[in-house]
């Protein structure tokens, strides 16, 4: 028993490049009875920057995003100071003092948190919970590049997304002897889901629940309204979305693609799809790079400060009643 107490102590996060299939993990996992996957916090990207060294962090702590799940400073002030009285550092306190919170309301779980980009701070994560395990899911570049361009959220061009994907493989691959560290490739998720997922759930030492196979069948969808680019996880698995990119990407898109990060999509198994060379792939390329800013400061900044917008005025509304 104390084995198991002990497990659940320490939460496990779902880690890789966006759009690669973090979120249907945590949808299926999140329909075993003994699994709790949080929703993103967002921390070491957004939230660390603003927390001040102060008697009263978790008053910095005040995002649309955590008080959708529930977590507002007040809530959180007494795992915070619980936190404090062991004299850890602010990371530790703040980003377990959440995780705490989501721990304290569902006691009987394994608890787990999903955001993808803290794959690039899993050093951090372990200065905070040492035997921490994580399970980074990865997908075929061109796949990712494809699905980027059906949603609103995010980078849109080529260069800024294949940074993100190489940043990704490659703490993948300095991790690959790592025991506390599972990859997972999502293709084989797609077409072997039994296989994988009892993978996953003999690396958590969980045991098997037939549930999870009907993740899609939630009463709750997981995810905030102005998250809609996750809907796809409401859905049964479906095999489509693996080869898509095929009849999606222009010639040139899948070129660039495999000329920029031919060598790690190669060591990961995936097949090149041109063969002939590119005419001055770096121009492309810097050419993504500088659309990519202008898009950044342009489109994705004021499309996020209007989704925070409405999404505080939901929230408010939803307190009132």
Same mark, same amino acid.
């Given at each position: 028993?104390?084995?198991?107490?002990?497990?659940?102590?320490?939460?496990?996060? *779902?880690?890789?490049?966006?759009?690669?299939?973090?979120?249907?993990? =945590?949808?299926?996992?999140?329909?075993?009875?003994? $699994?709790?996957?949080? @929703?993103?916090?967002?921390?070491?990207?957004?939230? =660390?920057?603003?927390?001040?060294?102060?008697?009263? @962090?978790?008053?910095?702590?005040?995002?649309?995003?955590?008080?959708?799940?529930?977590?507002?400073?007040?809530?959180?002030?007494?795992? $915070?100071?619980? /936190?404090?009285?062991?004299?850890?550092?602010?990371?530790?306190?703040?980003?377990?003092?959440?995780?705490?919170?989501?721990? %304290?309301?569902?006691?009987?779980?394994? *608890?787990?948190?999903?955001?993808?980009?803290? $794959?690039?701070? $899993?050093?951090?994560?372990?200065?905070?919970? @040492?035997?921490?395990?994580?399970?980074?899911?990865? &997908?075929?570049?061109?796949?990712?590049?494809?699905?980027? !361009? !059906?949603?609103?959220?995010?980078?849109?061009?080529?260069?800024?997304?294949?940074?993100?994907?190489?940043?990704?493989?490659?703490?993948?691959? &300095?991790? %690959?002897?790592?025991?506390?560290?599972?990859?997972?490739?999502?293709?084989?998720?797609?077409?072997?889901?039994?296989?994988?997922?009892?993978? *996953?759930?003999?690396?958590?030492?969980?045991?098997?629940?037939?549930?999870?196979?009907?993740?899609?069948?939630?009463?709750?969808?997981?995810?905030? +309204?102005? +998250?809609?680019?996750?809907?796809?996880? +409401?859905?049964?698995?479906?095999?489509?979305?693996?080869?898509?990119?095929?009849?999606?990407? =222009?010639?040139?898109?899948?070129?660039?693609?495999?000329?920029?990060?031919?060598?790690?999509?190669?060591?990961?198994?995936?097949?090149?799809?041109? +063969?002939?060379?590119?005419?001055?792939?770096?121009?492309?390329? !810097?050419? %993504?790079?500088?659309?990519?800013?202008?898009? &950044?400061?342009?489109?994705?900044?004021? /499309?996020? &400060?209007? =989704?925070?917008?409405?999404?505080?005025? /939901?929230?408010?509304?939803?307190?009132?009643?």
């Amino acid at each position: 028993m104390e084995r198991e107490t002990n497990l659940r102590a320490t939460p496990f996060f *779902i880690v890789g490049c966006g759009r690669s299939g973090t979120t249907l993990l =945590k949808s299926i996992l999140n329909a075993h009875p003994n $699994v709790f996957v949080a @929703p993103e916090t967002f921390y070491f990207r957004s939230i =660390k920057k603003r927390i001040k060294e102060s008697t009263e @962090p978790w008053n910095s702590v005040n995002f649309w995003w955590l008080r959708d799940a529930g977590i507002t400073p007040a809530l959180l002030r007494p795992f $915070v100071q619980s /936190r404090m009285e062991h004299g850890q550092n602010l990371d530790a306190v703040v980003f377990g003092a959440i995780m705490d919170l989501h721990a %304290s309301r569902n006691k009987n779980c394994l *608890i787990g948190e999903k955001t993808p980009s803290h $794959v690039k701070y $899993v050093d951090q994560i372990r200065s905070i919970y @040492p035997d921490a395990k994580f399970i980074q899911i990865y &997908r075929d570049p061109r796949a990712v590049y494809s699905s980027f !361009k !059906k949603v609103d959220v995010g980078p849109r061009f080529i260069s800024e997304i294949m940074k993100e994907w190489l940043v990704a493989a490659k703490v993948m691959r &300095r991790r %690959s002897d790592d025991k506390n560290y599972l990859t997972l490739k999502y293709e084989g998720l797609i077409e072997r889901p039994e296989v994988n997922l009892k993978n *996953i759930c003999e690396f958590l030492e969980l045991k098997w629940h037939d549930s999870i196979f009907s993740f899609h069948s939630r009463k709750e969808p997981g995810f905030a +309204q102005e +998250q809609k680019h996750h809907q796809n996880t +409401q859905k049964p698995l479906f095999r489509t979305s693996i080869n898509s990119w095929q009849n999606e990407l =222009k010639l040139r898109e899948v070129g660039l693609i495999e000329w920029s990060v031919g060598s790690e999509l190669e060591a990961l198994g995936y097949d090149r799809a041109v +063969q002939h060379k590119l005419t001055f792939p770096g121009l492309w390329m !810097k050419s %993504s790079e500088i659309l990519g800013i202008i898009h &950044r400061i342009t489109v994705r900044y004021p /499309r996020q &400060r209007i =989704k925070e917008a409405i999404a505080s005025r /939901r929230i408010a509304r939803q307190n009132v009643l």
